[in-house]
Nanobody
Framework: QVQLAESGGGLVQAGDSLRLSCAAP????????MGWFRQAPGEEREFVAA????????SYADSVKGRFTISRNYAKNTVYLQMNKLKPEDTAVYYC??????????????????WGQGTQVTVSS
């Protein structure tokens, strides 16, 4: 079982920033596309952002485009999600995932085989 470990969640006010981190085993990190998803209470889990491992390709949900940035650090085997200008509707549990994305389409949960336990992000108004 691949272990992905998210960190960096917390309680912030609207307009603030947070950076989420996800540490992965080296072999997993260096051979997989990495993604972030989120799930709000009573809602389906939804795609947030993804980044390739073969090339620096990225993809974002329309709701976060221009505010969130996904990046990866190969020296630390860690993927980050920089979240700026946070809104109350960004409140959710954020999950890190590893897998293989078809970059001709929007990344989907089914593209990702390994998942972290999630980290809570709460944005107050």
């Amino acid at each position: 079982q691949v272990q992905l470990a998210e960190s960096g969640g917390g309680l912030v006010q609207a307009g603030d920033s947070l950076r989420l981190s996800c540490a992965a085993p080296e072999r997993t990190f260096r051979n997989n596309d990495m993604g972030w998803f989120r799930q709000a209470p009573g809602e389906e889990r939804e795609f947030v952002a993804a980044i390739g491992w073969r090339s620096p390709i990225t993809s974002y949900a329309d709701s976060v485009k221009g505010r969130f940035t996904i990046s990866r650090n190969y020296a630390k085997n860690t993927v980050y999600l920089q979240m700026n200008k946070l809104k109350p509707e960004d409140t959710a549990v954020y999950y890190c995932a590893a897998g293989g994305v078809n970059w001709t389409r929007r990344p989907m949960q089914s593209n990702f085989a390994s998942w972290g336990q999630g980290t809570q992000v709460t944005v107050s108004s």
